[in-house]
């Protein structure tokens, strides 16, 4: 069983800057691309960004694109996201996911993924 737990989060005001981690159990890590979703009160829950096995290619969600950065330490079976230049719109709880290894969608939306961290919360006050 995959365990991912996500840490990082807090509040923060516009224009700050946090890293979220997320830590996965097992010893396949480095075996599968992972993702960053949040899931703002009221709204379904949205893709973020991921990237692949060996970290060499990253995609990003436009609202996202030139503030958050993805990177992952396979000997650490880490993945983190930094997030720059927040905005109040990025408060939201914060999941990370281990993609599936056969795609049954694509890798912006949730099928894609097998396993789900428990989430982590960022707020950003204006």
């Known amino acids: 069983q995959v365990q991912l737990v996500e840490s990082g989060g807090g509040l923060v005001q516009a224009g700050g800057s946090l890293r979220l981690s997320c830590a996965a159990s097992?010893?396949?890590?480095?075996?599968?691309?992972m993702g960053w979703f949040r899931q703002a009160p009221g709204k379904e829950r949205e893709f973020v960004a991921a990237?692949?096995?060996?970290?060499?290619?990253?995609d990003y969600a436009d609202s996202v694109k030139g503030r958050f950065t993805i990177s992952r330490d396979n000997a650490k079976n880490t993945v983190y996201l930094q997030m720059n230049s927040l905005k109040p719109e990025d408060t939201a709880v914060y999941y990370c996911?281990?993609?599936?290894?056969?795609?049954?969608?694509?890798?912006?939306?949730?099928?894609?993924?097998?396993?789900w961290g428990q989430g982590t919360q960022v707020t950003v006050s204006s």
């Open positions: 990237i692949s096995r060996s970290g060499s290619s990253t």
């Open positions: 996911a281990r993609r599936r290894l056969v795609l049954m969608a694509t890798i912006y939306e949730r099928n894609s993924y097998d396993y």
């Open positions: 097992g010893r396949t890590f480095s075996t599968y691309a």
